[in-house]
């Protein structure tokens, strides 16, 4: 617990502190990204949906994926907290998660329990029951079991991935995460652009190197964003030109639709991203590849 502590309180300085300058482009990253496919943005969502009765800020970024002025019509996949009280485990909760469906949104599991708690400090028969329940309270409005799962705090063991298989989960980590996973208090934003050409530049480099897989002719850029943040859901018409201003700074060619518009086409490529064994080395945005090194596999 002290470990974790002290990871905490680091990740806590490093999402505060300075963010370094995006990897310089040079001509032979350019020259290899010719040889690649475009890219397109598989957006995600944490933590969802929120409960509240004002503004609520999951069904405000269910609007701007409908409506917005960089490409209309976008689909994304919601990681849900499918009994958390301020999130799927009331009843608004459950009419946000009905309304992200009926949108032609991918509802995925990310935790049945009632606070947003690590699987690896389940017991089993606690992990089998969020993991039967979750799967659940979803196939209750799809008509399916979730075939995608998001561990919290992005968190998993050779224990908990083996739980995730029996149950048809397959995980899905990201490549960019926009450090917004702080609900209360300040949750602002300040540095957004510089952390995500950051982080892309690094992404780019795996791109140029052939790391990525290529689905439906263009490579799947998986994003996180928290939909119960309400700065997120404020300024998520900006953070998509964001993330196309990021890919033209880094030299990365962008689909024609830089964004999922089609399920199918998104599902397809979620699953391709995702974890095809416990012990694949996985890149993490920032300081989590630290904080869950492999030894914890």
Same mark, same amino acid.
């Given at each position: 617990?002290?470990?974790?502590?002290?990871?905490?309180?680091?990740?806590?300085?490093?999402?505060?502190?300075?963010?370094?300058?995006?990897?310089?482009?040079?001509?032979?990253?350019?020259?290899?990204?010719?040889?690649?496919?475009?890219?397109?943005?598989?957006?995600?969502?944490?933590?969802?949906?929120? !409960?509240?009765?004002? *503004? *609520?800020?999951?069904?405000?970024?269910?609007?701007?994926?409908?409506?917005?002025?960089?490409?209309?019509?976008?689909? !994304?996949?919601?990681?849900?907290?499918?009994?958390?009280?301020?999130?799927?485990?009331?009843?608004?909760?459950?009419?946000?998660?009905?309304?992200?469906?009926?949108?032609?949104?991918?509802?995925?599991?990310?935790?049945?329990?009632?606070?947003?708690?690590?699987?690896?400090?389940?017991?089993?028969?606690?992990?089998?029951?969020?993991?039967?329940?979750? !799967?659940?309270?979803?196939?209750?409005?799809?008509?399916?079991?979730?075939?995608?799962?998001?561990?919290?705090?992005?968190?998993?063991?050779?224990?908990?991935?083996?739980?995730?298989?029996?149950?048809?989960?397959?995980?899905?980590?990201?490549?960019?995460?926009?450090?917004?996973?702080?609900?209360?208090?300040?949750?602002?934003?300040?540095?957004?652009?510089?952390?995500?050409?950051?982080?892309?530049?690094?992404?780019?480099?795996?791109?140029?190197?052939?790391?990525?897989?290529?689905?439906?002719?263009?490579?799947?850029?998986?994003?996180?964003?928290?939909?119960?943040?309400?700065?997120?859901?404020?300024?998520?018409?900006?953070?998509?030109?964001?993330?196309?201003?990021?890919?033209?700074? *880094?030299?990365?060619?962008?689909?024609?639709?830089?964004?999922?518009?089609?399920?199918?086409?998104?599902?397809?490529?979620?699953?391709?991203?995702?974890?095809?064994?416990?012990?694949?080395?996985?890149?993490?945005?920032?300081?989590?590849?630290?904080?869950? *090194?492999?030894?914890?596999?």
């Amino acid at each position: 617990m002290k470990l974790f502590t002290l990871a905490c309180a680091l990740l806590t300085l490093s999402l505060t502190g300075c963010i370094g300058a995006p990897v310089a482009l040079t001509p032979q990253t350019e020259q290899r990204l010719k040889a690649q496919a475009p890219i397109r943005f598989l957006l995600t969502f944490d933590d969802g949906p929120s !409960a509240s009765g004002y *503004n *609520n800020p999951s069904r405000s970024v269910i609007a701007d994926l409908a409506h917005n002025p960089v490409l209309p019509g976008i689909k !994304a996949v919601f990681f849900l907290q499918t009994e958390a009280a301020r999130s799927g485990g009331s009843s608004r909760g459950r009419k946000t998660m009905e309304r992200e469906h009926a949108a032609g949104h991918i509802l995925a599991f990310h935790t049945a329990t009632a606070l947003h708690t690590n699987h690896r400090w389940l017991n089993d028969a606690e992990l089998e029951r969020t993991l039967t329940e979750g !799967a659940a309270d979803i196939a209750s409005i799809t008509g399916t079991s979730p075939v995608l799962v998001r561990p919290p705090f992005w968190n998993y063991d050779k224990r908990t991935f083996a739980a995730y298989q029996r149950h048809g989960l397959q995980v899905l980590l990201t490549d960019l995460s926009a450090n917004d996973g702080k609900i209360w208090g300040f949750n602002g934003s300040p540095r957004r652009r510089a952390n995500l050409y950051r982080q892309l530049s690094l992404v780019r480099e795996r791109i140029a190197l052939g790391e990525l897989p290529t689905v439906d002719g263009v490579i799947p850029v998986v994003m996180t964003f928290h939909d119960i943040n309400r700065y997120t859901a404020r300024h998520m018409q900006e953070y998509l030109q964001i993330l196309m201003d990021s890919a033209h700074i *880094n030299g990365l060619n962008t689909a024609v639709e830089p964004f999922y518009t089609d399920t199918t086409q998104l599902q397809r490529a979620a699953l391709a991203r995702t974890v095809k064994v416990v012990s694949e080395p996985v890149h993490l945005p920032g300081v989590w590849n630290w904080v869950w *090194n492999a030894d914890s596999r």
